[in-house]
């Protein structure tokens, strides 16, 4: 696991796109496992920019979403195809044919899921997977207590995490309790994994991750397993790691064409 702290989310978002920018120009057809949430905006702008003042190509990219929340329609506001199509997707050059995402509207869950797994594989598996941290560490929506080796299936939202997203939605009511996530051992399938945590409130979950034993409560914790994982953190989420200076000793011996 490679943890790459920088000053603010900007720069931290930055170095993120140059790893998938290059991942593209190497390989024009990759597949790659997007996020939603706050943490990726930035990154999402960044690629926006590459592609439109560097010509960065996704006409060959696949994208698979990780997650979506049960029983909200794609138009509806809150939804994730929502946010993908206002984010990045209307903004960059993939064609609609090559984006999945779960569908939350679907009448047979376990079948929806089996169905997406194999797509993933049809398509090559996930090159990479970007992912952002839960303040409780969960990742995609792989709450606490999620099984290691999980596929893609409903989860049913904790407490914690229900209360940390409902600012998005007007009324208490509306809030979905349920989601289709991507399972935590089809994230640890991707060839290599970005993930992003900015701001104080995600330093906690950030070191237990990191640092902590590697424990389901944790689920982010599973990332220690990877071979080809990288953390990038602005300052506050770095502030509970014991070795940041490490990290940023390690980071700054790196020749430039490592970044």
Request: net charge negative.
């Amino acid at each position: 696991m490679e943890i790459i702290i920088q000053s603010t989310p900007e720069a931290a978002s930055r170095l993120a796109a140059r790893h998938i920018a290059r991942q593209i120009r190497e390989k024009p057809d990759s597949v790659l496992g997007l996020a939603t949430g706050s943490t990726p905006r930035l990154l999402y702008q960044e690629l926006i920019r590459l592609h439109r003042e560097e010509g960065l190509n996704f006409s060959r990219v696949t994208t698979f979403n990780l997650d979506e929340y049960v029983g909200l329609p794609p138009e509806h506001p809150q939804s994730y195809h929502q946010y993908m199509h206002e984010n990045f997707f209307r903004f960059v050059n993939i064609p609609i044919s090559q984006i999945y995402l779960p569908d939350g509207m679907t009448e047979d869950v376990p079948e929806f899921c089996a169905a997406y797994e194999d797509r993933i594989q049809e398509a090559g598996g996930l090159d990479v997977q970007i992912l952002g941290i839960g303040t409780d560490g969960h990742v995609g929506f792989n709450e606490p207590s999620s099984s290691l080796t999980s596929r893609t299936r409903i989860k049913t939202l904790t407490p914690q995490t229900l209360a940390d997203n409902a600012r998005f939605f007007e009324a208490e009511g509306e809030q979905p309790h349920h989601v289709i996530t991507m399972g935590i051992g089809t994230i640890m399938e991707a060839r290599r994994i970005l993930l992003l945590a900015f701001g104080q409130q995600k330093a906690e979950a950030v070191a237990a991750a990191v640092e902590g034993p590697l424990t389901a409560m944790v689920p982010a914790s599973i990332l220690q397993m990877h071979s080809t994982a990288h953390v990038f953190l602005d300052e506050p989420a770095a502030g509970e790691l014991t070795k940041a200076d490490y990290y940023r000793w390690v980071l700054e011996q790196k020749p430039d064409w490592q970044l």
